[in-house]
């Protein structure tokens, strides 16, 4: 029987739990990866999107301002400075200061520094000729606005951003700055109001690098110079808005950062979330769904060990079958030995040699060919058992059925013991003359043998056989009758001296004489 196919059925089984423990986990990664991506993607257009609005509303908070000192440097250099026009412009910038809520003084120096027109009480005749913005005027002929780094006001001590404007007399001379302080706080708390992350940051610089302001606030911060980072150095020369990842110089934290030059004005504003945040939700779900994954997998190999452990008991208990199922066989071969073949020749048993004459007297029946059965007797056995005794006398017996049984050649021929020292040849398809002929041919092959057997008068074990056959016919002879004219004529060939074939023939009991 073949060996059952189980092992690749085990090792499919690993493969397949295997193969989905690792498209699960693949997936994850996936999800996860892709998850990251656009999250990343969120970040980038969320943080971009800031910058441009932030960069809008720095551009018009400082045009709103530089529109006043355009009206006021027009009057200047239309008027002059006369008292009368001074007077109109102290109205105009009350009126300016009232209307722009990121205003924190207008102020009009003469060439000196010394203010001509200022809003905040207390300023009057204050000298500003030390002051950054002053002194770039007095030497930049230029009629562009000039944006200064953060600085203190005199007048208040709050932290102020300014814009100035130089105006000119009559002939091109530096006639004084028109300016226009903004106050930081109103920078700090619009960019406070956006949604950002806790830790995003924004910040709003010179051109040059040189912050102004900070959210989150930090004092230090203002006023430090970022013009020799390679932001400021490579990446904003080219490219006037953009984003990059970097750890600040500030706080050290790394964020997203997107700039964008403030339009008309030598200013750039940054928008930045942190890289904590961007990726904190994200963080918060890949946990969750690499734990639901993990817990599948973990049931999955469960699950399969328990399939893979089965299926291996099924081989095992498979196995024990088999080999129980050949044990039977062979006890059932020993029985079949024991139920159909003489345990001391053998050859087959009496009752197997029933069975089989049955069946071929049936066969011969049908067909109307000719049966024939050969009963032969060891002569004077007695004598040989009391001669040599019967452990001898057995093994006499063995040999002569092993040389009956070896000269039998057609595979329905069948030699059995009879009874006692009795055996029996059934030919099936075979005349009772040549049935007859085999018997001698046997009785010749046992002769030849020359046992010794001194208790008879050839000197050596012989053996007497007697044949009949005949065609069957239907309820004129039975199988019975073949044994019983066989034996008669065995009866004949003992009666006429033993060692010979007697044929039983038409009633007739043929003898041939022994050589
Ligand atoms: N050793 C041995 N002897 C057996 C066996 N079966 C029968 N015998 C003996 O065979 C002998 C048969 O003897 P008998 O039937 O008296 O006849 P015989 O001595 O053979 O003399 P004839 O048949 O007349 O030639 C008996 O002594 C049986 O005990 C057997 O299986 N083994």
């Known amino acids: 029987m073949p060996k059952p196919k189980r092992l690749p059925i085990l090792a499919l089984t690993m493969f397949f739990i295997v193969a989905v423990a690792l498209a699960l986990i693949a997936l994850d990664v996936l999800q996860a990866w892709n998850a990251r991506q656009v999250h990343w993607q969120a970040a980038h257009s969320e943080t971009n999107n800031f910058a441009r609005s932030l960069a809008q509303h720095a551009s018009d908070t400082f045009k709103e301002a530089d529109t006043s000192l355009i009206g006021i440097v027009e009057r200047l250099e239309f008027e002059g400075a006369t008292p009368a026009s001074l007077q109109r412009i102290q109205k105009l ?126 004092e230090a911060a203002i006023g430090l110079y970022l013009g020799n980072t390679q932001i400021f150095k490579d990446l904003l020369p080219q490219h006037p808005k953009g984003h990059f990842i970097r750890v600040s110089p500030v706080d050290k934290i790394e964020r997203m950062y997107s700039y964008s030059r403030v339009d008309n004005y030598p200013l750039v504003i940054f928008a930045a979330k942190s890289k904590q945040a961007i990726f904190e939700d994200w963080l918060i779900n890949t946990y969750r769904y690499s734990a639901i994954t993990a817990v599948v997998v973990i049931l999955l190999c469960l699950l399969g060990g328990l399939l893979y452990r089965e299926i291996q008991q099924g081989v095992k208990t498979e196995a024990k079958l088999l080999n129980t199922q050949k044990a039977l066989e062979v006890a059932n071969r020993e029985l079949e030995q024991v139920a159909l073949y003489d345990g001391l020749t053998g050859l087959a048993n009496r009752r197997q040699f029933d069975i089989q004459l049955e069946t071929e007297f049936k066969r011969a029946l049908r067909h109307g060919t000719s049966l024939s059965l050969i009963l032969i007797d060891i002569d004077h056995f007695k004598g040989y058992n009391d001669s040599y005794g019967h452990l001898a006398g057995d093994e006499c017996l063995r040999v002569i059925s092993q040389v009956i049984d070896r000269c039998l050649q057609r595979p329905g021929d069948l030699a059995a013991r009879y009874g006692g020292e009795e055996l029996v040849v059934l030919l099936p398809e075979t005349e009772d003359v040549d049935a007859y002929a085999i018997a001698e041919m046997l009785r010749r092959r046992v002769a030849d043998l020359n046992l010794i057997h001194r208790a008879t008068p050839c000197g050596k074990v012989s053996i007497s056989a007697g044949v009949h056959g005949f065609v069957p016919v239907a309820k004129e002879r039975t199988p019975q009758d073949l044994i019983r004219y066989a034996d008669q004529a065995l009866y004949r060939a003992k009666a006429s001296g033993r060692n010979r074939v007697c044929l039983f023939r038409e009633m007739v009991t043929e003898e041939i004489r022994p050589d």
Do not use: C
């Not at 300016?96 to 905040?120: I, S």
């Not at 950054?132 to 230029?142: G, V």
């Not at 001379?173 to 903004?182: D, H, I």
């Open 93 to 218: 910038q009350e009126r300016y200061t009232n209307h722009l809520p990121q205003l924190h003084e207008l102020l009009v120096t003469d060439e000196k520094g010394r203010a001509l027109v200022a809003t905040l009480p207390g300023t009057f005749n204050a000298t500003y000729d030390d002051r950054e913005y002053f002194r770039y005027h007095q030497t930049d002929t230029s009629p562009k606005p000039h944006i200064g780094p953060a600085i203190r006001s005199r007048s208040t001590g709050t932290w102020v951003i300014t814009i100035s404007r130089r105006y000119n007399h009559p002939d091109g001379r530096f006639a004084g700055v028109v300016l226009a302080s903004l106050k930081m706080d109103y920078f700090q708390q619009f960019y406070d109001g956006f949604d950002i992350d806790r830790a995003g940051a924004i910040s709003l610089t010179l051109s040059d690098g040189q912050i102004l302001v900070r959210r989150p606030y930090d």
